[in-house]
């Protein structure tokens, strides 16, 4: 009787092992999957932004594109596509102003077709003009409205949220082009040191760099802050209007053309150069403060000598290094702090050394080269095709959070992980204490 009363009694405890062991695991696999499930990454789902850079070379449309869930947090901001519009910049439109808009309907089909339908009633749509357009307006601010009107009404026409087309001011574009340096490098969020920015533009040229805070009592105009992902930012920024690429050509040559001659031998062009050009289209720009000369010829013959040095004589001519009614400045009397840092140079900074092979190398390496380079025959540049760069250009986007967005404390596979092996030790303690316990209290009932 006892035999059996045992061996009963330990039936009984193995099959109470066996129950609970399989609750064990049943439960230790329902909430490793639970946590799985609730964790699990959802599809990611895309949010998109537009920003038209209306230049005074031409206008391009850029698309951007961030995770969904992270709109205003940690979201990468990624630009996934540009379309350049035909045609020159929408300052060029001032004769017909009306036909600027239709200029920019094919890119803007474009955005449509690659921005998901579900998307396009909440994507915002900025156009952002620069200099060219900063020069129609002092030029004519009748004219500059048309423009802009025009593109209005175009953009307004698009499924997209249109949220705005204007003159953005050269502090804008300085300020910008440096947080979309310094966001691409990634250099915000460490909030290690920053890198400053140069900006050559067809009109205006914009130097952008962290300076400390005299900068405003200096020069208000030119001091800018940001509180970026947590870190104050003290920005001196200033955009020369006329001294971007085409229209400080513009000065160079009112400056040599100021006798009126037939002809210009003009060093900054390569030998064997030789064009036929308008007095007008020289003149015609508010840039251009020397007074055209006063001959009866419309034309003259714009010859190329591709002199380096001489180029250099007459480019440094067109800045004026006389004055500075502040504690130092760079060039026409505008301030600026001593440079701190590395520099990003990009847009046409970085096409013409792209197209010379200039990207690496040290600046004294690049004089050398570019000095061969200036003094070689025209007919042997001809043939080379300018259009085979486009890197992509930076812009306008305001996702980055003021303060450092909170991180949890584990990532995702080690919280699984950590909780895995959390449950595993709450069963074998479990066990333990049945295996243990159990049978001694068992035997502790038997005896009574
Ligand atoms: O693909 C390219 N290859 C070479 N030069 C380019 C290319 N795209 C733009 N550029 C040059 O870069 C400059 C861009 O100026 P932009 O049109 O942005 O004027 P802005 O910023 O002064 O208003 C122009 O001088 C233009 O000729
Ligand atoms: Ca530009």
């Known amino acids: 009787m006892a035999e059996q009363r045992e061996t009963k009694g330990k039936n009984a405890w193995y099959k109470a092992v066996i129950i609970i062991t399989v609750l064990g695991i049943t439960a230790i696999v329902a909430l490793v999957t639970t946590a799985v499930l609730q964790n699990k990454p959802l599809l990611q789902k895309y949010k998109y932004g537009i920003v038209l ?21 940690t979201g990468r901001v990624q630009q996934t596509h540009s379309c350049k519009v035909q045609g020159a910049g929408i300052s060029s439109y001032s004769v017909f102003p ?13 955005a449509e077709s690659l921005i998901p339908l579900s998307r396009h009633l909440e994507t915002p749509l900025y156009l952002g003009a620069t200099a060219g357009m900063r020069l129609l307006r002092m030029e004519n601010q009748s004219l500059s409205d048309q423009v802009l009107w025009s593109v209005e009404e175009v953009l307004q026409s698009s499924p997209f949220s249109y949220q705005g087309a204007r003159i953005i001011t050269g502090q ?43 900068v405003a009592e200096e020069s208000a105009e030119n001091a800018v802050t940001f509180r970026l992902y947590g870190n104050d930012y003290f920005l001196y920024t200033h955009s020369f209007l006329c ?27 390569h030998p064997g150069y030789s064009v036929d050009r308008s007095y ?20 003259f013959t714009h010859v190329g000598a591709g002199n380096a040095s001489l180029c250099q004589e007459v480019v440094r ?67 080379s ?20 967005p909170d991180t949890p404390p584990l990532p995702h596979a080690g919280y699984v992980t950590l909780l895995f092996f959390i449950s595993l030790l709450l069963f074998f303690l479990l066990f333990l204490c049945f295996r243990f316990l159990w049978p001694h209290r068992n035997s502790q009932t038997q005896m009574i």
């Open 53 to 73: 850079d209306a230049g005074s070379s031409h206008t391009a449309v850029y698309i951007y594109e961030w995770p969904a869930e992270k709109d205003n947090d």
């Open 98 to 110: 009306g036909q600027a808009g239709a200029s920019l309907k094919s890119c803007m089909k474009e």
């Open 172 to 214: 804008e574009e300085g300020a910008f082009g440096w947080v979309t340096v310094n966001y691409l490098s990634d250099r915000l969020k460490q909030g290690s040191g920053t890198t400053g920015a140069l900006d050559l533009g067809g009109a205006s040229t914009q130097i952008s760099f962290v300076a400390n805070q005299d």
């Open 243 to 269: 001294y971007g690429k085409d229209q400080a050509l513009k000065l160079a040559l009112a400056q040599q053309t100021q006798s009126g001659d037939s002809s210009v031998l003009d060093p900054c062009f």
């Open 280 to 299: 007008f289209s020289v003149y015609s720009s508010p840039c251009v403060m020397a007074g055209k000369p006063l001959v009866s010829r419309d034309s």
């Open 317 to 383: 001519r067109i800045f004026n290094f006389s004055s500075c009614s502040f504690s130092r400045c760079s060039f026409n009397r505008v301030y600026q702090p001593p440079l701190q840092g590395p520099f990003g140079a990009f847009s046409a900074f970085y096409f013409v050394m792209n197209f010379l092979n200039l990207t690496s190398g040290s600046l004294e390496s690049s004089r050398e080269k570019l000095e061969r380079y200036c003094s070689r025959p025209w007919t042997q540049i001809s043939g």
């Open 385 to 404: 095709d300018a259009g085979w760069t486009l890197g992509y250009m930076l812009n306008l986007t305001n996702m980055i959070p003021a303060e450092a």
